[in-house]
Antibody, heavy 121, light 110 residues
Framework: QVQLVQSGAEVKKPGASVKVSCKAS????????IYWVRQAPGQGLEWMGI????????TYAQKFQGRVTMTRDTSTRTVYMELSSLRSEDTAVYYC??????????????WGQGTTVTVSS | QSALTQPASVSGSPGQSITISCTGT?????????VSWYQHHPGRAPKLIIY???KWPSGISNRFSGSKSGNTASLTISGLQAEDEADYYC??????????FGGGTKLTVL
């Protein structure tokens, strides 16, 4: 079945970087955009960016530009999200999600299980 | 990009209908018919329930329906059930491969 499996929880110190992985299975990896969304404690969902696995092109939310990097490894069907210069406000659950359709419908129908990132000194 | 505006909370009794609004701008909701809605139970991954304003993904009940007028999109849930109690988020395309979420609405089934 179609699924996205994310890497495990991380604890980082302020100023460090974190890299979260998202491994896809059950569908043609190259055809579907992957999104990253996060939810801080007590807050709503926040869109971080998108990556096209076909060519690796990315678009990031303005808020994260300069701090986030999304990449993909087509050989392992894995997408990565790296966030640098971490601060306490980056403590959140990070989700990867797949686009609904191969044509890019900008809706997210398959989600990873979430990865908790805690930033604490 | 500013978050889309949703009411913080709504409530209804079992069997009733409720509507959640999602107000954006002419740069997102008002221009693009690419508004999706997500149901989010705490501790679980969000679930897509409406895409492109008023379309259902496979397996989603038609008790959920979506609409849009101008800069405001709406989600209506009819025949409320206890399991509908969750947080609901709208999300709009905002051009240039960017998306913006609403602040979320907590639905309480009385």
């Amino acid at each position: 079945q179609v699924q996205l499996v994310q890497s495990g929880a991380e604890v980082k110190k302020p100023g460090a970087s974190v890299k979260v992985s998202c491994k896809a299975s059950g569908y043609t990896f190259m055809f579907y955009f992957i999104y990253w969304v996060r939810q801080a404690p007590g807050q709503g969902l926040e869109w971080m960016g998108i990556i096209n696995p076909t060519d690796g092109s990315t678009t990031y939310a303005q808020k994260f530009q300069g701090r986030v990097t999304m990449t993909r490894d087509t050989s392992t069907r894995t997408v990565y999200m790296e966030l640098s210069s971490l601060r306490s406000e980056d403590t959140a659950v990070y989700y990867c999600a797949r686009d609904l359709a191969a044509a890019g419908r900008f809706s997210m129908d398959v989600w990873g299980q979430g990865t908790t990132v805690t930033v604490s000194s | 990009q500013s978050a889309l505006t949703q009411p913080a909370s709504v409530s209804g009794s079992p069997g009733q209908s409720i509507t959640i609004s999602c107000t954006g701008t002419s740069s997102d909701v008002g221009t693009y018919d690419v508004v999706s809605w997500y149901q989010h139970h705490p501790g679980r991954a969000p679930k897509l329930i409406i895409y492109e304003v008023n379309k259902w993904p496979s397996g989603i009940s038609n008790r959920f329906s979506g609409s849009k007028s101008g800069n405001t999109a709406s989600l209506t849930i009819s025949g409320l059930q206890a399991e509908d109690e969750a947080d609901y988020y709208c999300c709009s395309y905002a051009g240039s491969r960017t998306l913006v979420f609403g602040g979320g609405t907590k639905l309480t089934v009385l």
